[in-house]
């Protein structure tokens, strides 16, 4: 601090014709900053820690959640066999072999804390949570070099008055103020909630600790002359520590790749000490600044070829990831749309399942939002000086969203958010500049009074907000710690380790993860009384685990398998497992359909009135559809089909007759579709996320609407049907003519391989190098429409089907495939070769059945194909 200090007695006064900003001083009461810099600064960052913390004492309990379940199973195997850490330097991250990822430092830290702190989940809070500090630490030291720079570049100085109780505006709030408040931002920016309060996110958090901190290493080094001094504070040890904290970086996450370009664009743009000061321009396209910048990043480059090559040798490629490859994007349209979004959430990070778009938080942070930007955009009009800065920060937040192109995704209650974690440090240095003071004389002291109030308010906005989107993983380790509870209870009850089948576990809570893939260590030792292997839990909708495919065998072997449901904690009793029983299902699979129509139509379908849909049974029993616009224009009917088991209900088929298509309903039925929303034991209320949609049709004329409710765990383990909503899109005009429950086997193709059932490999078929073909039979004889044959559809690796029992084939399927996907006749075998498949990871297939005239109909079940080493 005190060398700081002294290099600013150094700067050159700004001339007459050079910036405003140092033309005059302002008298001000309080202390002279300049007397005591180094007490100043500590203070200042020590409150922008200690808020930080305060923000995140309310989880600071004893609690897991998701991820972190498969993570302690590891755990306790690592601290067993601590070769199996060392393996992870090279081989992918936790012996993965679906995904490909290269972090062995975080397994480091995770060890650490599982020896350290005996399974408690505070102390793996904790690092998360120190971390985190880490980074806010290393913000305003980071501040706090940049503020020199753009002083020094603009020729500023920063001088004691004869009176010593005056200051330049400029100097005091960029090299003061600024540093707190982009500290105080990004340690109490509400996105962030994900990487710090669930121990699993700490990945990002490690990363941009370390990002950050060689980064500020790299800053000092620039600056430090050859002047003799001690090692530590020498050009050659600021450059050995960020050396050293750029490795630790790439070895905890692959975000560090952008490092040296980050090294490159500062070099770009500012001058060397010693250097002549050129505009922005210029240094871009200056020679010398670009050779300047090889040369002193040449290091950090000849890194990343190593890091590059380590990773090629550890994982087999250079890439990695979730599907092994760098550009392919399945559906643009939605990436884009997803990134909008993204970026949304990303400047308004308020999570809105608990906050709504126009609750008084979020008109105030959009307020703010306003006021900041409007006195960035008046500094940079005002002041050149900051228009370099903002230019670098502007750079560097492109350069850190840069890794996750493909993957930048945040849902509205913030799933996701970890992802831009490590964009929002140059975000919070943005933020902050708003209360840099540029003015001067007497208005000056005004603006620093004013300025400083907007940073405490957004602070102290902030600070709320990250309480409130906080609560939803308060809430998430509440009920985390109640279901483990409940199934220490449970097993106590049962004996052995009986086939279990749950439903009803919360795969999340407003965005913070439950028991997404948590079961698998919720039901190991330590944290159940004994190790439960047979235990699997079903969500409302499984996108790997072929739910649908397994039901039969499920049903057949229900003797042997138990089943129980999840009630969360009530007023009246505590949360605990219910037992379900299928012995109630009279028949199983439905062999015959069940339709309504004429005068049938009118016992179980009854329209929703509203002021903008129109609804009116005709003579024929048939019933017409007019559709409206606004929010009550999208016509809603309850469907009720009697007592049944929702087992047994797979899908539903709605005969119409479009009678009329505007360019209104067209543009809805893109965007909406139609929906059939389902009740039942389990979920008692209606839920537009408890839904099965369909595409619709725009064409006048017949049309059938098939709603699939076959693969959807919640649905058919929900014991008795409360009843049925189908909604159509804005502006229909149409007329319903039957509704069908019809059985499995009219509509999509049976498929079938050995040893495949519940008690089996429960869908999973594996291939490997001693078992290097299977195969799997097919039936379509049942289906109606007389196919002719069945197209095969297998995705690429580790990539996942979009929807289950549909009428659209998927945008991750393979396209060119080395198999042959078209099989013709009402059955047959497919053989299933290893060496078809590019690459080990799982693949998910399913059949389509074929017509005469080449159309397809409803997908069957998918099943799983392993592909093993």
């Not at 923000?55 to 306790?76: N, Q, T």
């Not at 503020?147 to 603009?154: D, F, G, I, N, P």
């Not at 799997?776 to 979009?802: A, C, H, Y």
């Amino acid at each position: 601090m005190n060398e700081e200090t002294s290099e600013n007695a150094k700067l050159p006064e700004a001339s007459a014709s050079g910036s405003s900003i140092m033309a005059g001083a302002v008298k001000l009461d309080p202390a002279d900053f300049s007397k005591k810099p180094t007490l100043y600064l500590l203070a200042l960052m020590a409150l922008a820690l200690v808020l930080t913390f305060v923000g995140y004492m309310p989880i600071l309990f004893d609690f897991f959640a998701g991820d972190d379940y498969v993570h302690l199973i590891w755990l306790k195997e690592a601290v067993q066999h601590p070769e199996l850490v060392w393996r992870n330097f090279h081989t992918s991250w936790l012996d993965g072999t679906t995904t490909k990822f290269y972090r062995p430092l975080i397994s480091v830290f995770m060890v650490s804390d599982y020896v350290l702190w005996n399974h408690s989940a505070i102390g793996f809070h904790l690092t998360n949570l120190l971390f985190h500090l880490a980074s806010t630490a290393f913000i305003f030291l980071i501040a706090r070099e940049l503020a020199l720079l753009t002083l020094r570049e603009e020729k500023a100085k920063i001088q004691e008055e004869l009176s010593g109780k005056t200051y330049k505006a400029l100097p005091i709030s960029i090299l003061y103020i600024w540093p707190f408040f982009s500290a105080a931002v990004f340690g109490l920016y509400p996105l962030h909630t994900e990487t710090v309060s669930w121990i699993t996110g700490r990945v990002d958090a490690v990363v941009t600790a370390f990002i950050t901190g060689s980064f500020w290493f790299y800053l000092r080094a620039r600056k430090t002359g050859g002047e003799k001094t001690s090692w530590f504070a020498s050009r050659k040890a600021s450059l050995t520590f960020s050396f050293i904290l750029m490795v630790l970086a790439l070895l905890s996450k692959e975000m560090a790749i952008t490092l040296p370009a980050i090294f490159v664009l500062i070099e770009l743009l500012y001058a060397a000490p010693g250097e002549r000061p050129r505009s922005v321009l210029e240094g871009l396209l200056s020679k010398s600044y670009l050779l300047r910048a090889l040369k002193n990043t040449a290091m950090y480059w000849g890194l990343i070829v190593v890091y590059f090559i380590v990773r090629r040798l550890a994982l087999g490629t250079f890439v990695g990831g979730y599907d092994d490859s760098l550009f392919f994007i399945a559906n643009y349209k939605a990436f884009i749309k997803t990134w909008l979004n993204g970026l949304r959430l990303f400047f308004e990070p308020l999570n809105h399942e608990l906050i709504s778009a126009r609750a008084i938080p979020t008109r105030l942070w959009d307020f703010y939002l306003g006021l900041i930007g409007l006195g960035t955009l008046v500094n940079l009009v005002l002041t050149p000086a900051l228009g370099r800065l903002f230019l670098f920060l502007c750079g560097w937040l492109v350069l850190s969203l840069a890794p996750v192109y493909k993957i930048f995704a945040i849902a509205d209650d913030l799933q996701g958010s970890r992802l831009a974690y490590v964009a929002t440090v140059p975000l919070a240095f943005l933020i902050a500049l708003a209360v840099v003071v540029v003015s001067r004389g007497i208005v000056a002291r005004k603006q620093l009074w004013s300025r400083s109030l907007l940073g405490v308010g957004f602070v102290a906005l902030s600070f709320y907000v990250l309480h409130l989107n906080n609560q939803a993983w308060v809430d998430a380790g509440v009920e985390a710690n109640s279901i483990r509870a409940g199934l220490s209870k449970l097993y106590k009850e049962v004996p052995g380790d009986p086939q279990i089948l749950f439903v009803g576990l919360p795969d999340q809570i407003h965005g913070a993860y439950i028991c997404r893939n948590a079961l698998v260590g919720m039901t190991r030792t330590p944290q159940l009384e004994r190790d439960a292997v047979n235990a699997i839990m079903v969500d409302k909708f499984e996108p790997i685990l072929p739910f649908g495919y397994m039901k039969e065998s499920l049903y057949k072997d229900r003797d042997k398998v138990l089943v129980y449901r999840w009630c969360p904690e009530a007023a009246n009793s505590l949360g605990h497992f219910e037992k379900m029983e299928l012995n109630d299902i009279k028949e199983y699979p439905v062999k015959e359909a069940k339709v309504f129509s004429a005068g049938a139509l009118q016992t179980v379908l009854k329209p929703v009135q509203s002021e903008n849909t129109k609804f009116e049974f005709l003579p024929d029993g048939t019933l017409s559809v007019i559709g409206g616009s606004g929010k009550l224009g999208r016509p809603e009917m309850r469907f009720d089909p009697g007592p049944i088991n929702a087992y047994a209900l797979e899908f539903v088929t709605v005969k119409l007759k479009q009678q009329a298509v505007s360019d209104a309903f067209k543009s809805a039925s893109a965007k909406e579709g139609a929906d059939l929303l389902y009740t039942n034991d389990l979920v008692p209320q209606f839920d537009i996320k408890r839904r099965t949609p369909t595409p619709m049709p725009t064409a006048v004329g017949e049309a059938t609407l098939v709603f699939p409710l076959r693969s959807l765990p919640e649905w058919s383990l929900g014991g008795k049907s409360h009843g049925l909503t189908l909604r159509l899109p804005h502006d229909s005009n149409c007329i319903i003519e039957e509704i069908t429950v019809a059985p499995a086997a009219s509509l999509v193709p049976s498929l079938n391989f050995a040893n495949s059932g519940y008690l089996g490999s429960k869908g999973f078929l594996h291939l490997s190098q001693e078992k290097k073909q299977d195969d799997i039979t097919f039936d379509i004889s049942q289906i109606k429409g007389d196919p002719v044959g069945v197209w095969m559809e297998v995705t690429r690796p580790n990539l996942l089907f979009e929807e289950q029992n549909c009428t659209t084939p998927s945008r991750v399927a393979q396209t060119n495939t080395k198999f042959k996907t078209a099989f013709s006749g009402k059955s047959g075998t497919i053989t299933l070769k290893r060496e078809d498949f590019s690459a080990l990871g799982i693949y998910q297939l399913r059949l389509w059945p074929v017509f005469k005239d080449g159309s397809k109909g409803q997908a069957s079940d998918h099943i799983v194909v392993a592909v093993d080493s």
